[in-house]
């Protein structure tokens, strides 16, 4: 049985290129980036070229790139340090309903230290409006924290436009991008941005790597204390693999970025046209045109998220649910709450997402299962009985 893997926002299989980049450093050049002696210079050397790499993609400067142990990390420390140093100046915050938990959970640790966050709402396509935020900004707001796009339902929302009513009003600007560095076009300048996390894993490079960008005269301090590695902003011996296996990733996204893409959309398209017109009361989620290329959300009714994933599972097919199980009580995705799905409608979520792999006959090979598997639990469905029996009816 063939494994199909459409878990891509989850994490990415490492490329090979990006491996074989990576294997010196563990045996080879080994040597502590921060040390005075030869072989140390070559890991020194290989950190350098990476973040020079990372930096001329974004439009920023080599030396405003931090690399980080991913974008949880990320996230964390621009939430928490912009708290610790502004704080005197205000302790308001924005972000939106539908961030990713590294967000939202840092935001709720930070309102326990006595700071105030406004969530703001977004439309039914997961859309924060510009308009939106500038009638939240206060004179005692610090920081604005908007995701580039959305790692459940793909939205990518209008960063440009948000990071511009933001430097409008002098407050600072972070986007998690977790999902969207490697995908699509950045220009840190261009949009706004002060703040930028990332992740290796999302992009086919390895886990336990991401960076943070903070643009020149930021005042956020140190998250990590220890040494003075990065800058003396994030202590702890570099991890030169990892962050040479991350510049190498970038380097082939970047390089691959518009083919892979258009390919990606394409087949992303031909698979919610099928589902669409072959499986009944089944909802897309998320903006049809401001979306990740890769990305399919959809809710099918009277159907739980999670027995499908099991039976997708059992087919070799591998995808996520917008649910999570959390103390034994199923809880809907917290997005697709915020799009303004009801409960019963968010409880059968499936999230698809492609990779740079993935080829068409997998994708008939997964919607005919998930048409099969969608039916077989309706036919179980008493609930689905009774409002097929009234739509008859009517």
Not at 22 to 28: K, S
Not at 129 to 154: H, K, W
Not at 334 to 362: F, N
Request: hydrophobic share 40%.
């Amino acid at each position: 049985m063939e494994l199909i893997y459409l878990d891509n926002a989850a994490t990415t299989r490492t490329a090979p290129e990006v491996v074989e980049a990576m294997l010196p450093f563990f045996t080879e050049y080994y040597g502590n980036a921060s040390t005075v002696y030869s072989l140390g210079d070559k890991s020194k050397e290989a950190v350098t070229n990476a973040r020079e790499t990372i930096a001329r993609v974004l439009g920023a400067k080599p030396e405003e790139i931090y690399f980080t142990a991913g974008g949880s990390e990320a996230d964390n420390w621009a939430l928490k340090a912009t708290a610790e140093a502004y704080g005197e100046k205000g302790k308001h915050i924005i972000t939106s309903k539908i961030e990713h938990h590294a967000i939202l959970h840092t935001c709720q640790w930070l309102e326990k230290q006595g700071f105030e966050v406004t969530y703001l709402d977004v439309d039914e396509n997961g859309l924060v409006a510009p308009e939106a935020l500038e009638q939240a900004i206060r004179p005692d707001t610090i920081l604005v924290s908007i995701m580039f796009a959305n790692n459940e339902i793909g939205t990518i929302e209008p960063i440009a436009e948000l990071g511009a009513v933001a430097r409008k009003h002098g407050v600072l600007f972070h986007t998690d991008a977790v999902q969207a560095f490697g995908q699509v076009p950045i220009d840190v300048d261009a949009m706004n941005i002060d703040m930028l996390s990332s992740s290796g894993h999302k992009l086919n490079g390895p886990k336990g790597i991401g960076f943070l960008y903070i643009r020149k005269g930021v005042k956020i301090r140190s998250f990590v204390h220890g040494g003075a590695q990065e800058r003396k902003r994030r202590a702890g011996t570099e991890n030169v693999p990892g962050i040479v296996g991350f510049g190498k990733a970038v380097e082939l996204a970047v390089a691959t970025m518009e083919e892979r893409c258009s390919r990606e959309r394409k087949l992303r398209d031909y698979m919610i046209s099928r589902i669409e017109s072959e499986i009944p009361y089944a909802r897309i989620n998320g903006d049809r045109e401001n979306r990740l290329p890769n990305n399919v959300n959809v809710c099918f009714r009277f159907v739980e998220g999670e027995s499908m994933l099991i039976m997708l599972d059992m087919k070799g097919i591998c995808a996520s649910s917008g649910s999570a199980c959390t103390s034994g009580s199923l809880d809907p995705s917290h997005v697709l709450l915020a799009i303004g799905l009801p409960h019963e409608i968010a409880h059968g979520s499936l999230r698809l997402t492609l990779g740079d792999d993935t080829t068409r006959e997998q994708i008939d090979t997964t919607v005919d299962a998930i048409r099969d598997i969608v039916q077989h639990l309706r036919d179980m469905s008493p609930l689905y009985e009774d409002f097929v029996k009234k739509q008859q009816e009517k």
